[in-house]
């Protein structure tokens, strides 16, 4: 895509830390910002709750239409964006100049001390711990998109550095 600004998608497990990275990347690059998953609850983009699952359905229509105008939008301005969200092969790869997939495999207790301080049931931070260990989300961004950077992001050192390689890129 020829923009004048990078448009980057920061994804990875919940509790990956990629809302505080994209945060503080827009913030060092003068981006505008859309969190997913925000973006989802303030438009009504969840539809029914699946007790299994432990989560709701997503109107990826709805949510695909709107996220393209607003990423038309700050094309349209010559605005950098920063979006993150816990999936990425449902975007297409034309929206996005860099895709940076977060893990903490290397520091699973950090990801469980993260998952359980935000009140998620035993099941559901297994399962998401889980996803981290085999690279479910880095293995996903790398088939849906041609350069993927897999960073650590355990703690804020880790998170700078990757800020700043992003900045620098």
């Given at each position: 895509?020829?923009?004048?600004r990078?448009?980057?998608?920061?994804?990875?497990?919940?509790?990956?830390?990629?809302?505080?990275?994209?945060?503080?990347l827009?913030t060092?690059?003068?981006?505008?910002?859309?969190?997913?998953?925000?973006?989802c609850?303030?438009?009504?983009?969840?539809?029914?709750?699946?007790?299994?699952?432990?989560?709701?359905?997503l109107?990826?229509?709805?949510?695909?239409?709107?996220?393209?105008?607003?990423?038309?939008?700050?094309?349209?301005?010559?605005?950098?964006?920063?979006?993150?969200?816990?999936?990425?092969?449902?975007?297409?790869?034309?929206?996005?100049?860099?895709?940076?997939?977060?893990?903490?495999?290397?520091?699973?207790?950090?990801?469980?001390?993260?998952?359980?301080?935000?009140?998620?049931?035993?099941?559901?931070?297994?399962?998401?711990?889980?996803?981290?260990?085999?690279?479910?989300?880095?293995e996903?961004?790398?088939?849906?998109?041609?350069?993927?950077?897999?960073?650590?992001?355990?703690?804020?050192?880790?998170?700078?550095?990757?800020?700043?390689?992003?900045?620098?890129?």
């Amino acid at each position: 895509a020829t923009r004048a600004r990078p448009f980057i998608l920061v994804t990875g497990v919940p509790g990956a830390g990629k809302t505080t990275l994209a945060d503080a990347l827009a913030t060092r690059i003068d981006a505008k910002r859309i969190d997913v998953g925000a973006l989802c609850a303030r438009e009504g983009f969840h539809g029914a709750y699946v007790e299994d699952a432990d989560t709701h359905e997503l109107d990826e229509d709805a949510l695909l239409d709107r996220m393209e105008d607003l990423l038309e939008g700050h094309a349209a301005r010559g605005e950098a964006c920063v979006v993150d969200y816990h999936s990425c092969e449902l975007f297409p790869e034309r929206w996005f100049d860099l895709v940076t997939c977060l893990t903490l495999v290397d520091d699973t207790a950090t990801l469980y001390d993260r998952l359980a301080a935000r009140g998620y049931s035993e099941k559901k931070i297994r399962e998401n711990v889980e996803c981290d260990i085999f690279q479910v989300v880095v293995e996903e961004a790398k088939e849906a998109y041609e350069e993927v950077w897999v960073r650590a992001n355990a703690n804020a050192d880790a998170m700078e550095a990757t800020v700043e390689e992003i900045a620098a890129w």
